[in-house]
């Protein structure tokens, strides 16, 4: 019963680094998407999938990439990384239709030097 | 548009008393609303759903919430606060309507006191 996984769990990375963040989900969820969390600011979203080979952006896209290749995995990349990018993100998917909830990974802590 | 306003950053109750944690919204179209719960390093986990049913919805571990169309509100309650309660939780709002997005309050951190 996997659900929605997220790797790594932790990351440290230099000013200017690249890295991927990867999200798998096996619950065959066409929506998928990334947010990430700062104290006091709420989840903040990223950018979204609605299905294969289909992305947009979210309300804070600057700085990320993503695709969405397959159904089940929906990577965020990280071209140059920055302190401000030093954040908890949260991948989440969900079915469509009115009202359904999101489910959510663990999340990745990174950290930016 | 759609917004969410959690009325409290942080909300501290004694062991075995009522909790309340209040959110208001803003949608342009009938709403889904969400509470959700977050423990400590851990991911976000669904406590319960409003999607135009019933107005009192039940969740899990003996939370409920009121859906008050008049109000604007869905506020979060639980009779008796345990001390697996204190968490961080948030109220999400969904207006549907074609978009994908989900929009999430800034969180109210639940303090249990023994």
């Known amino acids: 019963n996997a659900g929605v996984t997220q790797t790594p769990k932790f990351q440290v990375l230099k000013t200017g680094q690249s890295m991927t963040l990867q999200c798998a989900q096996d619950m065959n969820h066409e929506y998928m998407s990334w947010y990430r969390q700062d104290p006091g600011m709420g989840l903040r979203l990223i950018h979204y999938s609605v299905g294969a080979g289909i992305t947009d952006q979210g309300e804070v896209p600057n700085g990320y990439n993503v695709s969405r290749s397959t159904t089940e995995d929906f990577p965020l990349r990280l071209l140059s990384a920055a302190p401000s990018q030093t954040s908890v993100y949260f991948c989440a998917s969900r079915t469509t239709g009115e009202g359904q909830p999101q489910h959510f990974g663990d999340g990745t802590r990174l950290s930016i030097l | 548009a759609q917004s969410v306003t959690q009325l409290d950053s942080h909300v501290s109750v004694s062991e075995g008393t009522p909790v309340l944690l209040r959110c208001n919204y803003s949608?342009?179209?009938?709403?889904?609303l969400f509470w959700y719960v977050q423990h400590p390093n851990k991911g976000l986990q669904l406590l319960l759903k409003?999607?135009?049913?019933?107005?009192l919805v039940k969740g899990i571990n003996g939370f409920e919430a009121e859906f008050k169309k008049s109000e604007t509100s869905f506020h979060l309650t639980k009779p008796s606060a345990h001390m697996s309660d204190a968490a961080e939780y948030f109220c999400?709002?969904?207006?549907?309507?074609?978009?994908?997005?989900?929009?999430f309050g800034k969180g109210t951190k639940l303090s249990v006191i023994p």
């Open positions: 949608s342009s179209y009938s709403p889904s």
């Open positions: 409003y999607t135009s049913a019933a107005t």
């Open positions: 999400v709002v969904w207006s549907g309507a074609g978009s994908y997005q989900l929009t």
